[in-house]
C-alpha cells in the first residue's frame, strides 16, 4: 500500500513539471507584403525587349485596365516626342492648282488602328495587392510589336511599287496619303527597334511625277446636278480632281468634261414616322468631242424620320464611294 502511493505521488509530480515545462507556441502578428520594386520603377524590372508601365485601381480588372492605358500613354507620348509626324495639314495648291501637299484626315485613324493592333500584345506580368490599391504591371515585347509595324509598311511598299510604276493621277495621290501612313508607323517602328526601315518609294519622287502631270495642264469642266443647293458632292470632286493635278476652267473648251448627277427616289415603308429614300449618284466623264470615257454609278439607301435626314445620313457613304472610284473616270 506504501508503495502504491509512493508510484503516484511520483507520477503527479512528474505530470506537473511535465506540463509546466511545455513551451508556449507563439502566433507572429500578420506582416504587411513588401513593396515591390517595379511599383516605383517599371522599366528597370524588365527586359530590354520589353516596354513597361503600372497602372492602379480598386479592383484587379481596373488596375490591369490602366495599366495598359498607361503603356498607349508613353507609346504616344514617345512617339509625339521623337517625330515630327504628329499632326496633318489640309489639302492646299499652289496658282497654278498643282498640290504642295496632301494629308486626308483619316490618315491618323490608320496610323491609330495599328497602333491599336500592336497595343493588343501589351500582357499582364505582375500584380501586387496593396492596402488600399491593387497594382499591375504591363509589359509589351517589343520585338512582336515591331514585327506588326514592318508587316503593315510592308504592305504598303508593295502599292507603293505597283503605283508608281502605274503612273496614274489618283494613285499617285494615293501615294503621298500612304507614304505619310507609312512614315507615321516608322517613327513607332523606329521607337521600338532603334532605327527606321528604309522603303522604296520617297515623297521626292512621287512629286516629282505629280508635277510632270501638272505639267501637261490637262484641263476639265466640271458641272453637277444635286438635291442640295450647296452641291457638296460637286464640291468633293472639285477637290479630288485638283489633288490629282488637274486644272479646272469654266465652259465647255476643255480637254475633259465630269458631270456629277444624285437624284432619289422614296421607297415605300410600313414603318410610321419614318421615310425610306434611295439615292442614285452617276459621275460620268466625257472627252472633248463628247464621248463617254469613263463613269461612277451607285446606289445608297437609307431611312430617317424625314428626306433631309435620310439624305444626310446617305451623304457620308456618298462621299466615300466617290474617293475610293474616283480613278474609273479614266481622264488621265
Avoid at 54 to 77: D, H, P, Q, Y
Amino acid at each position: 500500500m506504501f508503495g502504491i502511493k509512493i508510484y503516484c505521488r511520483t507520477l503527479f509530480i512528474v505530470f506537473l513539471f511535465g506540463c509546466s515545462s511545455a513551451p508556449k507556441k507563439v502566433i507572429d502578428a500578420p506582416q504587411k507584403s513588401k513593396r515591390p520594386s517595379w511599383l516605383s520603377s517599371p522599366g528597370t524590372y524588365c527586359l530590354n525587349n520589353e516596354l513597361c508601365a503600372v497602372g492602379e485601381g480598386t479592383g484587379r480588372l481596373i488596375s490591369e485596365s490602366n495599366a495598359r492605358k498607361e503603356l498607349a500613354k508613353i507609346f504616344k507620348v514617345e512617339i509625339k516626342s521623337s517625330t515630327k509626324v504628329s499632326s496633318f495639314s489640309e489639302s492646299k495648291t499652289d496658282e497654278n492648282q498643282v498640290l504642295s501637299g496632301s494629308v486626308e484626315e483619316d490618315i491618323f485613324s490608320q496610323i491609330q488602328e495599328t497602333s491599336h493592333e500592336v497595343l493588343e500584345g501589351v500582357v499582364i506580368k505582375e500584380v501586387f495587392e496593396g492596402e488600399d490599391s491593387i497594382y499591375s504591371l504591363a509589359s509589351l515585347d517589343k520585338r512582336k510589336a515591331s514585327q506588326i509595324l514592318k508587316s503593315r509598311m510592308g504592305k504598303i511598299d508593295e502599292k507603293l511599287k505597283i503605283f508608281v510604276k502605274e503612273g496614274r493621277r489618283h494613285l499617285l495621290s494615293q501615294c503621298i496619303d500612304l507614304l505619310s501612313i507609312r512614315e507615321g508607323l516608322n517613327s513607332r517602328y523606329e521607337f521600338l527597334t532603334g532605327f527606321k526601315m528604309r522603303g522604296p518609294v520617297s515623297y521626292k519622287k512621287v512629286f516629282d511625277l505629280k508635277k510632270q502631270k501638272a505639267a501637261l495642264g490637262t484641263t476639265i469642266y466640271l458641272k453637277s446636278e444635286e438635291i442640295d443647293k450647296v452641291k457638296s458632292l460637286k464640291d468633293l470632286v472639285k477637290k479630288l480632281l485638283i489633288k490629282n493635278d488637274f486644272k479646272l476652267v469654266a465652259g465647255n473648251q476643255a480637254d475633259y468634261t465630269v458631270k456629277v448627277k444624285l437624284v432619289s427616289e422614296q421607297v415605300y415603308m410600313k414603318v410610321d414616322g419614318f421615310v425610306k429614300n434611295k439615292f442614285l449618284l452617276k459621275v460620268h466623264s466625257l472627252d472633248s468631242n463628247k464621248a463617254q470615257i469613263g463613269a461612277i454609278s451607285f446606289v445608297v439607301t437609307k431611312t430617317g424620320r424625314d428626306f433631309k435626314q435620310s439624305y444626310e445620313k446617305a451623304l457620308p457613304e456618298l462621299k466615300k464611294k466617290i474617293r475610293k472610284k474616283i480613278g474609273e473616270l479614266i481622264i488621265d
